[in-house]
C-alpha cells in the first residue's frame, strides 16, 4: 500500500471533522427537541401543514386539566366598535408563550358572556385551558340594544361576534387566527347568543358548544318571575327589548333560538348542547335546551348535534375547573391520552354527522 499523500491525509482529517460536526449538530438537535417548550407529535397523527399541527398533536390526563394552569395564559385587551358605534372591550386569550415572534396559525373560540356578567368575568372560566390546545379565547363586552351586559341575543351584538376575527387581525395584526377553526362556546346568555351566531352566521363556525342556554326569549321573560330580583329581570327585558312577549311578540322571538330551529339545523354546524335537569336559573331546561335539541333532531335527524344532560347548577360546568375541558375535548380542541372521563353520569346522545 502506498504511503498517503499530504492531500489525502487533509481529506481525511476533513472528513473526520465532518463526522464530528455531524455528531454535534445531532446532539444539538436533540437537545432543543427535549428543551422545546412545544410537545411533539404523536405519532400516526394527520398534521396540519404549519407549525399548530406539531403544537397541537399531543395528548394531556383528563385529571390534569382541572388543576389551575391560570400562568400558562395571559391575556390581551383591544378596543373595537360596537355596531352602534360604541367603544367597548374585548379581551383575547392565548398561551403564554405565543408573542410576536412566535405566533403559528391557531383555532379561534368566540366566547360571548353570559346575563349580567362583565368580559373578564368569562375570562376566569377559561383558566389555563388556551395552554393545551392551544388556542385563542375572545371575550368581547357586547353591546345590545339599549343594555351592554344584557343584550340577550340582540342581531348586532350577534353580528359584532361574528366580526372577532376581523377586528382581532386590525387590532392586532401579529395575532394569526386559523380560519378554518373558528369556533363559539358560551353559558347561559353566551349559549343563547352561541346558537344565534350558529344560525346568523353558519359559514363562521367549525362548531360550536352552547351550555345551560336561554332558547325562548317569551318564557324565559314569564320565568322571571320565580327568581330572585325576577321583576328588574323583566324590567331590563322590556328595555332591551322592547316591551312585553305580549306586546312585541316578534322581537321576542327572533331573539330565540327556538326560532332559527330551522336555520341551526340546515347550517351543518356540530353542535353540542350541554343542558342540566337541576337548572335553578334557567329552570325549565326541558323545554329549552332540551327542546331545541328535540326540535333540530326532527328538523334534520342525521343533523350534527350531541346532547349532555346532567345534574349540575347553572352554569357550573362552565369552568376550566369542572366540565369546560370535556367541552373543548368533544369540540377536539384539546386531546386526552386515554379515555374520555363521564363525570356525574352525563347523558350523552352522539351526533350523527352529515357532511355540510
Known sequence: MSPRTPTALLSVCVLTLASVLAVVAVALVVTAARAEPYPRPAAGVRLHHDIYGRLRAFGVRYRDLLEDHHRLVRDISFTYRAWDGSARTAILVLPRWYTPSRNPSLPLVISPHGRGIAARANVRFWGGMPAFGPFLVVNPEGQGRVLTRYSWGWRGEIDDLARMPRLIREKL????????????????????????????????????????????????????????????????????????????????????????????????????????RKDRIVRDQRDESGRLYRMLRALKPRAPVTEYVGDWAHSHEFHASARLPLALVGLDLIRLQGRVPRPDHIDFTAARAESR
Open 173 to 276: 395584526p401579529w395575532v394569526r387566527i386559523d380560519r378554518r377553526l373558528i369556533y363559539a362556546v358560551g353559558s347561559s346568555m353566551g349559549g343563547q347568543e352561541t346558537l344565534l351566531l350558529v344560525a346568523r352566521h353558519p359559514r363562521l363556525l367549525e362548531a360550536a358548544t352552547a351550555l345551560d342556554s336561554d332558547t325562548d326569549m317569551s318564557a324565559r321573560y314569564r320565568a322571571f318571575a320565580h327568581l330572585r330580583w325576577g321583576s328588574q329581570l323583566q324590567e331590563k327585558a322590556r328595555v332591551e327589548i322592547g316591551g312585553t312577549p305580549t306586546s312585541a311578540p316578534r322581537a321576542y322571538a327572533v331573539r330565540s333560538p327556538v326560532y332559527w330551529a330551522s336555520a341551526i339545523a340546515r347550517s351543518g354546524v356540530p353542535l353540542h348542547i350541554w343542558w342540566s
